[in-house]
């Protein structure tokens, strides 16, 4: 049996891990609360570029653009969105098998893969298991900006315009509610415009300034953007709420330690009373 | 002045404006556009400016987009708009750093994908997780 001093010191430092997981594990919760609220701010443009789209299928049903054309798939693209930073459960590796499942699959088919990278796991993930990454962004922080990812972004959309490969997906974690986040596959491009059913029944078109072509690719390149955007806020928000979790049981595991140590030590000090009491007795005996 | 237009403005990552006004000019690419209700549709790229929405005759709400685009309905305006400086220039800078970072990352790995090795770390981290489970639970017991 080990020495009581050594029960007290290990008690003591678990008692100072448990008090680092608890501040993790709160300040996850009010982080977490902050980004479900960029969340909901991001809701707006989605809405809004979406109905801009639907317009537009209604407007020009027959136009044509890269951005809309399917093509036979030879090689996809996959955006991975993961957090910057671990300690939070299984988030990330969830997210990991996902795509490997796909990749496998793909390859099954004669189907070759790249990836965009978002977030520092996905990187160092990739760095030892290797592949073709053709973008890479991470440390975007507690507010991640669009700015971030547009380098990202342009790069992949580039690549897709040139042809380099026919299909793009974002991999990311959806959040369901606090205990639960699941890994998502969405096909981004071709864009594929969910036609509304529209409050105009005969047949209108905008004016285009300078030229249609022009204005609908940013305007793409903009839907792009704020579906990437909002999964990254998305991920972000999963990655808070999967940290409060792993914390919340890593402080939970702590306390049963302790408690089974605190256990030990009383069993310690009584044996040790109860020795010492025996001696004096049979010291006092003997005289 | 009869009737009046819906004016949103919108950006990526907020709402920025949502009300009734009266008039709302805006920079568009090809010169200052001024918009008034029963507008034809139109829509057109913005240029970095002020959007200025005149609420009523002496109140003009002033806002900076760096951007965007400008969609019109007759009884409709909308703004997304842009958060960050665009720009080709700036937007292949960007696109470029984004490239140079990838490279980095990966410089001392191969280009083709070792699914080998990537089934086996994540089995490793899975299987850890299972451990600490089971510890767990018997901890409980």
């Known amino acids: 049996m080990s020495s009581s001093k050594e029960i007290r010191t290990q008690i003591s430092s678990i008692q100072n891990t448990q008090k680092i997981t608890k501040a993790m594990e709160m300040v996850a919760a009010s982080k977490m609360k902050k980004v479900q609220d960029q969340m909901n701010k991001a809701r707006p443009f989605a809405e809004k570029i979406t109905n801009v789209m639907s317009h537009l299928a209604h407007a020009h049903p027959e136009y044509e653009s890269e951005f809309l054309t399917q093509r036979d798939v030879r090689k996809k693209c996959y955006i991975i969105i993961s957090s910057d930073r671990g300690l939070c459960g299984g988030l990330n590796n969830n997210l990991f098998k996902q795509v490997l499942e796909e990749i496998s699959k793909d390859k099954a088919k004669g189907i070759e893969s790249t990836f965009s990278l978002v977030g520092n796991k996905a990187s160092s993930f990739f760095q030892r298991v290797g592949g073709n990454v053709i973008a890479q962004t991470s440390h975007l922080g507690d507010k991640p900006t669009v700015e971030q990812i547009l380098g990202v972004i342009t790069k992949t959309i580039a690549n897709y315009l040139e042809k380099n490969f026919d299909e793009v997906y974002i991999v990311y974690n959806t959040f369901v509610n606090t205990v639960s986040q699941l890994p998502n596959l969405k096909k981004i491009l071709p864009i594929v415009i969910e036609e509304k059913i529209s409050t105009y029944d005969h047949y209108w078109d905008y004016l285009y300034e300078p030229d249609a072509e022009e204005v609908l690719e940013s305007l793409f390149t903009r839907y792009i953007e704020s579906l990437v955007y909002r999964a990254v806020v998305e991920n972000l928000a999963c990655e808070q709420a999967s940290r409060m979790v792993a914390m919340k049981s890593a402080s939970d595991n702590a306390m049963d330690l302790i408690a089974e140590l605190k256990l030990i030590y009383n069993k310690n000090r009584q044996a040790a009373i109860t020795q010492e009491i025996s001696e004096i007795i049979s010291g006092a005996a003997a005289l | ?141």
């Not at chain 2, 958060?83 to 280009?111: F, H, I």
């Open chain 2, 1 to 141: 002045m009869e009737g009046k237009l819906k004016l949103e403005i919108v950006s990526a990552e907020q709402e920025l404006f949502s009300k009734e006004v009266e008039m709302v000019f805006a920079p568009a690419e090809m010169g200052e556009v001024g918009i008034t209700p029963k507008h034809t549709p139109l829509i057109t790229r913005l240029k970095p400016g002020d959007v200025r929405a005149q609420i009523s005759k002496d109140e003009i709400e002033t806002f900076y987009v760096s951007g965007g685009i400008l969609e019109i309905q007759p009884n409709e305006v909308t703004i997304l708009s842009d958060t960050a400086l665009r720009g080709e220039d700036l937007d292949e800078e960007r696109a470029l750093e984004a490239e140079r970072l990838a490279q980095d990352a990966m410089k001392n790995s191969g280009n083709d994908i070792d699914a080998a090795k990537a089934k086996s770390e994540l089995l490793q981290a899975a299987a850890q997780l299972r451990l600490i489970k089971k510890l767990k639970n018997k901890g409980k017991k």
